[in-house]
């Protein structure tokens, strides 16, 4: 019998294998033939993220702000003296901690789905390839877990993605584009990532919205790339999470679990913030041979301690956003590009942007110029 089995091994199930397989026999189940494809996200990772990953992947690019673009042609640039974040190959950060869970005593099962599993004195576990038991479960499979509903964790909202990386390299390779309203992407935004020699353009929308691909035609076709993509991937982001995410012997992790940024849609943060914890309440749980729902739940509350209850308050960001319109977003831009506040702006953290919210309500400005269109959209 397997001690741990991990469905999914991207990065949250990687880096669970790695911290628990130095102490448990470990056998992580991954869908795909080969770890890091197909790429599963546009790759832009700030150094805290980087740092908590346990490796060093490819930079591509260090950017230093973004330059924002409105509906209504109006523009706003946030720039830093210091990195904000590195556009960093996903292919070979998925695979590099792969390599370091093999490493610890991990063994990989590529090319093999788990399909379904049940729960008794153990967990039964049935894959593409056969049956095999554990005593814990652990699910890392992603947006369309199949573990998460049994558990009853379900997403609040998912919205859908698509990128494309183009043969066109970006004049400026410290600075990443985004584009924001109905046009292009209703419900979120676009980037423009530069990545040397290509450029990564992709974007998020609601999922009232429909399918994305036909926004990215449209963009891609603006910014006249229709005849330079290289490749191309698509995906869905599950965020605002209800109910637990653990359960007798199954514990959840990364998209499976939810645990995404609700601004920018981002998962590896908060997922290898996540890991540690699960590790450590899996591993008592574990050497004591109380794999209960009571016993595992520590893991729910400590997760909730350490970053769920931000991401909860994130995502009322989120909420603005959905609220607000192009004249909204247009009038919220005139705001922005203030030199007052953009001086508040350029110290965003990719992180925690819920902070710069709290910094521009504390704003001698933001009554006369910024409170009817934050209250018009958080109300």
Do not use: N
């Not at 940024?261 to 004591?288: Q, T």
């Amino acid at each position: 019998m397997i001690d741990v089995a991990v469905a999914g091994g991207g990065p949250a199930g990687s880096a669970v294998a790695a911290l628990l397989a130095r102490d448990h026999g470990v056998m992580v189940f991954e869908d795909h033939p080969r770890i890091g494809l197909p790429e599963q996200c546009a790759g832009l990772l700030t150094d805290r993220a980087i740092e908590a990953s346990g490796v060093s992947p490819d930079v591509l690019s260090t950017l230093y702000g973004a330059e924002v673009l409105l509906p209504g042609g109006g523009r706003v640039e946030v720039r830093s003296e210091r990195p904000k974040a590195r556009a960093v190959d996903r292919s070979d950060l998925d695979s590099k901690m792969a390599d370091r869970a093999m490493a610890a005593g991990a063994e990989y099962r590529l090319s093999e789905k788990v399909r379904s599993f049940s729960v008794g004195s153990s967990v039964g576990i049935s894959t593409s390839a056969g049956d095999h038991s554990a005593r814990l479960l652990i699910g890392a499979d992603g947006h369309g877990s199949v573990v998460a509903p049994a558990v009853g964790c379900v997403p609040g909202e998912r919205i859908r993605g698509v990128q494309a990386d183009v043969a066109v390299r970006m004049e400026d390779q410290g600075m990443f584009r985004m584009r924001m309203g109905s046009r292009y992407a209703p419900g979120f935004f676009t980037w423009e990532i530069p990545c040397g020699d290509f450029t990564r353009v992709g974007l998020c929308t609601s999922w009232s919205a429909g399918p994305p691909y036909q926004y990215l035609k449209r963009l891609l076709s603006d910014l006249g790339y229709g005849d330079r993509v290289i490749r191309m991937h698509s995906g869905r982001i599950p965020m605002h999470p209800s109910g637990p995410i653990s359960s007798d012997r199954v514990m959840l992790i990364g998209d499976a679990a939810s645990q995404v940024k609700p601004v920018s849609g981002g998962g590896i943060l908060p997922s290898m913030v996540a890991a540690p914890i699960l590790a450590d309440v899996a591993h008592s749980a574990l050497a004591s041979d109380d794999l209960s729902a009571r016993r595992l739940s520590e893991y729910d509350r400590r997760w909730d301690d350490a970053m769920g209850r931000d991401l909860s308050k994130a995502y009322r960001l989120r909420r603005a956003l959905l609220r607000m319109d192009d004249r909204d977003l247009d009038r919220a831009g005139r705001y922005a590009s203030r030199d007052d506040v953009r001086a508040v702006l350029d110290g965003i953290d990719l992180d925690t942007p819920a902070d710069v919210m709290k910094a521009l309500l504390r704003h001698p400005g933001m009554a006369a110029s910024g409170a009817w269109t934050l209250l018009r959209c958080l109300i």
